[in-house]
């Protein structure tokens, strides 16, 4: 056996990784941004908080959860410039803590994004494709493109769209990060114009000039010369209690269901190995700054759309649309590029807002299947799964087989989003999957400057306040928010999971099988002559 010998064997699988550092600063400010998706958040994913959630507020939910959001990011940032490698999560947490935990805790984060990849691919045509189509066909007055919108929202239709999406996503990512960033990038200006422009029309547009041209765009499909009152009516009297004022109790729940969306900021340490100035604090900086701009993006947004269209106005449609739909009417849910489109009318702005809205779509698809990717490959490249997984293509540097396998996975999740469960309750269930790894990443941060010392003190992650490193701070935040995110998430229904003993027992099964399979990886490498105790005490080089 090679520990016999004496000798410290060669354990890792090369020398170098393959990848290339071609990510920029505001490349990863993007990506950062994208988990929580602004325009598609405040599109579909907010408005029913209101109504679930009686005098709960939005904006102070919102406040809380950036704070949280911002420790959370700090953990993550604060290691993975102290390890800038690719699955930087997996790498300090296997170095810092232990490597089954950490192999537990990174097949668990694969699971969630390939969960996510699955929905989102069915937001292809769910979010994207079908109320694009819906929206223009409603405020054009041409009923043929809202049949089309149907037509397309069901299998098979929305099944091939989707498959098409993952076909695209995956080739975007084979092509090199460099193009896949120059692919966000283009995108993600494309959907921002589009909300800057439904703010725009938001803030030139006074509450009466909404209502007047809501009422004479609802009356064919309502019958109700003023539909904007009798939506807040007919809400009240379907059970909708709108209390017009805030309490605490309230707004507590809505925290984490705010963060469902809005706790990734830190999702870029999945390719640290191929960020620019990654063992600088640019990295760190790039999660901060991510979660600044997006909940900045949301409470402007928030704002302007109550001031313009009516919080109890948004709560009332959004709930008779779920509750009450032959109440409600419109052949189009109450989302904010339809509500925003009217205001002007015509063909050409409805148009506009409908195709830049559609770049929501891909931009916040293809990052659910880059995490998994890069763990897989950094689990190949630390021998702890097959080494043929991490070979990098020489012309792109990407890792081609790793990418195969992660698009096969996310049609089966996909499968699973179409044929069976719903949307709320794969979101918390990813949800959940990721309190569970920011939990186990806090008590990362939380020890590392203790167990690794001289590692901490030799990184641009040794920031101290008051004498306690910041990344111990951070850490002990990131705890107690994930144990009271997961505790929400389990324990009000209002979530959208119905049944939590189940979520509970999935997310930590699949931690359980990451744990024995380092076990089962490491014996198996142990009779080849590779002892993965030696690599676990490096860092991968780059």
């Known amino acids: 056996m090679a520990e016999k010998s004496g000798k410290k064997p060669t354990t890792f699988l090369r020398d170098a990784t393959g990848l290339v550092r071609e990510v920029g600063f505001w490349d990863a400010v993007v990506y950062n941004i994208l988990p929580l998706a602004p325009g598609v958040c405040l599109a579909w994913y907010v408005f029913w908080i ?9 904006v102070w939910a919102m406040v809380a959860a950036c704070i949280f959001a911002l420790f959370i990011a700090s953990s993550f940032g604060l290691l993975s410039m102290a390890m800038p490698r690719t699955a930087a999560d997996y790498v300090a947490m296997s170095r810092v803590l232990h490597p089954a935990v950490a192999l537990g805790s990174s097949l668990v984060l694969t699971f969630s994004s390939l969960l996510s990849a699955g929905y989102w691919t069915l937001a292809w045509t769910t979010a994207a494709i079908t109320p694009a189509l819906s929206v223009v066909g409603a405020t054009t007055g041409n009923p043929g493109l809202v049949e089309l919108a149907g037509s397309l929202a069901v299998p098979p239709w929305n099944f091939l769209i989707g498959l098409l999406g993952i076909g695209l996503s995956c ?47 609802a009356q064919p499909f309502t019958g109700q010369a003023d539909s904007y009152h009798f939506y807040i009516q007919e809400a009240a009297a379907q059970g909708l209690e709108y209390r017009g004022s805030y309490d605490l109790g309230a707004t507590i729940p809505v925290i984490p269901a705010i963060m469902a969306f809005g706790m990734w900021t830190w999702w870029s340490v ?19 700054w991510a979660a600044v701009i997006q909940y900045a993006i949301l409470i402007v947004m928030v704002l302007l759309i109550f001031n313009t269209i009516g919080e109890q106005f948004i709560s009332s449609a959004n709930y008779l649309s779920a ?21 002007p009318g015509g063909l050409a702005i409805p148009w506009f807002i409908a195709i830049t809205f559609i770049a929501w779509t891909p931009l916040v698809h293809f990052i659910q299947i880059v995490q998994p990717i890069k763990a897989i490959f950094a689990w190949s490249f630390d021998r702890v799964v097959p080494e043929k997984i991490s070979e990098v293509n020489e012309r792109t540097h990407s890792p081609l087989i790793a990418i195969i396998i992660c698009g096969i996975i996310s049609v089966g999740f996909f499968v699973w989003s179409v044929w069976g469960a719903g949307f709320f309750a794969l979101l918390i269930l990813a949800g959940l999957a990721g309190a569970v790894v920011m939990f186990l990443m806090g008590l990362t941060a939380i020890v590392f400057p203790y167990v690794k010392p001289e590692l901490y003190k030799g990184s641009p992650a040794m920031i101290e306040v008051a004498g306690i490193p910041l990344c111990t701070i ?43 399979g380092y076990y089962i990886s490491r014996a198996i490498r142990a009779r080849q002559g590779i002892n993965l105790d030696y690599l676990f005490k490096e860092i991968p080089p780059e």
């Open 270 to 288: 999945a390719f640290s190995g191929e960020i620019k100035g990654a063992a600088t604090r640019r990295q760190w900086y790039s999660t901060l």
């Open 50 to 58: 209101p109504g679930t959630f009686p005098g709960a507020s939005l």
């Open 323 to 343: 509750v009450a739909p032959d109440k409600y009417g419109l052949p189009v849910s109450p989302m904010l590029p339809l509500l925003a489109g009217i205001i």
């Open 474 to 516: 951070a850490g002990i935040v990131t705890v107690v928010a994930e144990l009271f995110v997961a505790y929400i998430y389990v324990t009000d229904s209002r979530l959208g999971m119905t049944d939590p003993i189940q979520g509970l027992a999935l997310t930590f099964g699949i931690l359980l099988v990451g744990i024995i």
């Open 171 to 217: 080739l975007m990512i084979a092509l090199g990060m460099r193009r896949l960033m120059l692919f966000q990038n283009i995108l993600f200006i494309v959907a921002m114009i589009g909300l800057v422009a439904m703010g725009v029309i938001l803030l030139v547009t006074p509450q009466s000039a909404f209502i007047a041209r809501f009422n004479s765009f």
